[in-house]
T-cell receptor
Framework: GEQVEQLPSILRVQEGSSASINCTYE??????FPWYKQEPGENPKLIID?????ERKQTQGLIVLLDKKAKRFSLHITDTQPGDSAMYFC???????????FGDGTQLVVKP | GPKVLQIPSHQIIDMGQMVTLNCDPV?????FYWYKQILGQQMEFLVN????????KSKLFKDQFSVERPDGSYFTLKIQPTALEDSAVYFC???????????FGAGTRLSVL
């Protein structure tokens, strides 16, 4: 099975509402969970990350939550704006012999 | 922030030809990666490279693919010969360690005709 599963694949929200993207991972040794935003024609860029010593992290309208027992982590964008429209990738890594694994991405569309 | 440079940004070649994609990773990074992305879809892992050797490669990393970083210069992905299905954007990335942030280059759009 996939190391990291990401849902939904497409998310359409109204401007000003919140958006949530959920990921699960297989490897219980994972301890680093970055989120990347990729705008059309651009490269993926890190927007926020969380390590396993934390359950919640917030920065500039982004919140990430980590539930290690459930092997689940999520990104929440509060007060979405059209500029938030992009592809978002979650990822997990943390075993010293194991590379980072990406989810399949979520296409977020924020409608004005 | 740290920059990964990729050259060229766009390459158009005929099927069967050889192509080399070049990547200049962040200077103090030790791990290097190639990912393949077909328009707006998922980032597909091809290969990672450390200490002069391939660490891991995926099923997408066909026999026609090879990577190297001679003498600490560009980290390169060579495809010989190319096939139509190789058309995609190829992203190079680097990181300090396996459990560190990946920094991506701007990508090379490869068009195989």
């Amino acid at each position: 099975g996939e190391q990291v599963e990401q849902l939904p694949s497409i998310l359409r929200v109204q401007e000003g509402s919140s958006a949530s993207i959920n990921c699960t991972y297989e490897n219980s040794a994972s301890n680093y969970f970055p989120w990347y935003k990729q705008e059309p024609g651009e490269n993926p860029k890190l927007i926020i990350d969380i390590r396993s010593n934390m359950e919640r992290k917030q920065t500039q309208g982004l919140i990430v939550l980590l539930d290690k027992k459930a092997k689940r982590f999520s990104l929440h964008i509060t007060d979405t704006q059209p500029g938030d429209s992009a592809m978002y990738f979650c990822a997990a890594s943390g075993n010293s012999n194991n590379r980072i694994f990406f989810g399949d991405g979520t296409q977020l569309v924020v409608k004005p | 922030g740290p920059k990964v440079l990729q050259i060229p940004s766009h390459q158009i070649i005929d099927m069967g030809q050889m192509v080399t994609l070049n990547c200049d990773p962040v200077s103090n990074h030790l791990y290097f990666y190639w990912y393949k992305q077909i328009l707006g879809q998922q980032m597909e892992f091809l290969v990672n490279f450390y200490n002069g050797k391939v660490m891991e490669k995926s099923k997408l990393f066909k026999d026609q693919f090879s990577v190297e970083r001679p003498d600490g210069s560009y980290f390169t992905l060579k495809i010989q010969p190319t096939a139509l299905e190789d058309s995609a954007v190829y992203f190079c990335a680097s990181s300090r360690g396996l459990v560190n942030t990946l920094y991506f280059g701007a990508g090379t759009r490869l068009s195989v005709l």
